[in-house]
């Protein structure tokens, strides 16, 4: 007869308060909260109407449990995730999305359930339109994901991280015509390339190792046809910290950490690193 282990009970996830609460206890409820859910990791992101963000915790998947479980235990047992606020936004990073014109929506969408065949939520793509870009974002939702944050936390909108990709291209474009971003969590890399001022390419990739990363990044850049040492590089989320900064960012690549994420910014979060969750404040 097998053990059983109690989850409750056993320490599967660590939290850090990566920026401490800057308004009173009695003004947390009417901040908007964003969830960025993640295999390995959760982010709880408090923001004023303003965009300022004035709370930031950090739950991570220590023991790399079932994602679903490392989720359902952290909303169970941490109170600053059960506290109501004033909206709540789930944002998702499943590699499974799409970018396409409008005009190629239909056909698109066909395409991509053929492509997710197997999967346990091809019956869920959910869609968001950039009317302005005639673009449609096509992603694969997560049923379980959406009734157990019903079931605890009420009603929520639920997104995609391309969603802020997109945004982010958007604004940057004007100043800087051809960019790419660079998204890192742990094992994935979400790499979104603006050339010309134009969308040219967003794609997720699996990676192991930082040779892994610095070959997508190159990768992209080649695609596009972009010059690495003059192309502006933008690196945000979460890497490991084996590899350290200086072993991230190579010399031959024009990379950088972003410094103006929001404009209103806290004090407290000038010691804080800040690109692993500012770019939350570009989800309106």
């Known amino acids: 007869m097998g053990v059983q282990v109690d989850l409750m009970a056993s320490p599967h996830f660590s939290h850090r308060t990566l920026l401490p609460a800057t308004l009173s206890a009695s003004w947390l409820p009417t901040c908007k909260r964003i969830l960025l859910i993640h295999p390995k990791r959760l982010y709880q992101v408090l923001m004023v109407s303003n965009r300022e963000i004035v709370a930031v915790d950090e739950f991570v998947n220590s023991l790399d449990i079932n994602p679903f479980v490392f989720l359902r235990l952290v909303i169970q047992k941490e109170s600053r995730i059960q506290q109501p606020y004033a909206q709540t936004q789930v944002v998702l990073s499943t590699p499974g999305y799409q970018i396409m014109p409008t005009e190629f929506a239909y056909t698109g969408k066909l395409i991509y359930r053929h492509m997710q065949q197997g999967s346990n939520h091809t019956d869920q793509l959910e869609t968001v339109d950039f009317p302005e870009r005639d673009l449609q974002l096509v992603y694969q939702g997560n ?10 936390l009420g009603n929520h909108e639920q997104r995609h991280l391309a969603e802020i990709h997109l945004k982010l291209q958007e604004a940057f474009a004007s100043e800087h015509p051809d960019h790419l971003w660079v998204q890192i969590f742990d094992e994935q890399v979400m790499i979104t390339v603006c050339k010309d001022g134009q969308l040219h390419l967003s794609n997720m990739y699996q990676i192991r190792n930082r040779k892994d990363l610095w070959y997508f990044v190159h990768m992209a850049l080649e695609v596009a046809d972009l010059d690495p040492i003059t ?7 979460e890497w490991n910290p084996d590899w350290g900064t200086d072993r991230v960012i190579p010399s031959n690549v024009h990379c950088q950490l972003p410094t103006t994420f929001l404009d209103n910014l806290p004090k407290a979060a000038s010691s804080v690193p800040y690109w692993k969750f500012g770019f939350l404040g570009w989800l309106s």
């Open 143 to 152: 049923p379980e994901y959406d009734h157990l944050i019903d079931v605890y």
């Open 231 to 237: 192309t502006p590089c933008w690196m945000m989320g």
